[in-house]
């Protein structure tokens, strides 16, 4: 009676043993498949620098919209979740450095876009390359922007490359011999073009009748223009934001200067046309993103922008969009929210599809990309052929 006890006993608890570990295989299961979709989903805090307020307010609010299209996007789709900390740098280097600094000492964040103007990542980039956090300018064009630091990156093309394609393209087409060139001084990004202009005119042996400068928030160009007028130059290669710059073509134009004009980066917004009006016609520029390209990728953004914001996108938008898709792919391919796997995963970004095109980064961590050189023509940017 005990042995047979006994061997039910033992079979009765081998049942159980297995029943249970049947149990548990089937709720381990489960419960895997269900942390797969939660935990599966890789997480991250981005902060954004940008320019929200303030004379050059436009460029921010381009930048911020064309980030808040992808974050929403990228979200729906689900492989990765991103929030977005939005600081306002009003264009000012000390009020970007501050806000910089905010975001970088939040562990939680792990990526910095921003801030909007050369002159801000000027004093931000070394101290988030020092922090060791990736720092990414969306329309941060000046030379030397991507060598401040292993973790200072851009996916905007830089004056470098944007204005020897425009400046090639007019001179082509118009029989350019001379030229004049009026710049902000105060400004490292106008600088910077100005550089760039300088420098590319000298290298195509155009004659340079004149440089002449100006500041932020000037509203008076008489004496510049009128210098420039009398020694009549084919051609006006300016360096401006896009507040001065409408200002310096509406006022050259009543003065009778009906030459082309060459801009930098500063004059790729549609707020060019919106302050000049008819004076802005004949403007010149290169840039990564044409709104009007056949390609479907492209008239996807343009319409979904239009539906949300009632606006065309412009360059800015397009860049900010783009980037916000490049983190999304660098996040993924490090396969953690850390600043140091995310920071080797964005510098090994190659040929990743987004909507001004083919992008990848240098060994500098800065952009690989062909221009389109546009003209503005009957109310609207247009190709430059």
Do not use: H
């Amino acid at each position: 009676m005990r042995a047979i006890t006994k061997t039910t006993y033992l079979l009765f608890s081998v049942f159980l043993l297995f029943l249970l570990a049947a149990c548990s295989g089937e709720d381990t299961d489960a419960t895997s498949g269900e942390s797969g979709s939660d935990t599966g989903t890789l997480s991250a805090k981005i902060g954004v620098i940008s320019y929200l307020s303030g004379p050059g307010a436009a460029y921010g609010e381009a930048i911020t919209n064309g980030l808040n299209l992808a974050l929403d996007e990228i979200n729906e789709k689900g492989d990765v979740k991103i929030e977005l900390v939005v600081e306002d740098s009003a264009g000012k280097q000390d009020q970007a450095l501050t806000v910089g600094q905010k975001l970088m000492s939040s562990d939680d964040i792990v990526a910095i876009i921003g801030p909007t103007l050369s002159t801000e990542m000027n004093v931000v980039g070394p101290e988030a390359d020092i922090n060791g956090i990736p720092i990414i300018g969306t329309s941060t064009t000046a030379a030397g922007i991507p060598q401040i630091g292993d973790y200072v990156f851009r996916n905007s093309i830089p004056e470098s490359l944007a204005i020897p394609a425009a400046l090639e393209k007019a001179v082509d087409k118009y029989g350019v011999k001379k030229v004049a060139i009026l710049y902000g001084n105060d400004d490292l990004f106008t600088q910077s073009g100005f550089d760039t202009m300088k420098k590319v005119a000298e290298e195509m042996k155009l004659e340079i009748v004149t440089i002449e400068t100006f500041q932020k928030g000037q509203s008076d160009y008489n004496a510049q223009l009128t210098k420039i007028k009398d020694l009549n130059p084919d051609l006006i290669l300016a360096s401006a934001l896009y507040n001065e710059g409408a200002v310096i073509m509406d006022q050259a134009r009543k003065m009778g200067i009906d030459v082309p004009f060459v801009g930098g980066n500063g004059f790729n917004s549609p707020e060019v046309i919106n302050i000049a009006g008819k004076a802005s016609e004949g403007l010149i520029v290169a840039t990564p993103w044409f709104g009007d390209k056949p390609d479907q990728k492209v008239q996807d953004f343009v319409k979904k922008y239009e539906e949300k914001y009632s606006k065309k996108p412009d360059q800015f938008a397009a860049q900010a969009y783009d980037v916000l898709y490049i983190l999304e792919e660098a996040l993924k391919n490090a396969g953690e929210s850390d600043r140091d796997a995310l920071r080797d995963a964005l510098a090994e970004i190659k040929d990743l599809d987004g909507i001004l095109g083919r992008f990848s980064f240098d060994k500098d961590g800065d952009v690989l990309m062909e221009p389109t050189v546009l003209i503005i023509k009957d109310g609207k940017f247009q190709l430059f052929e």
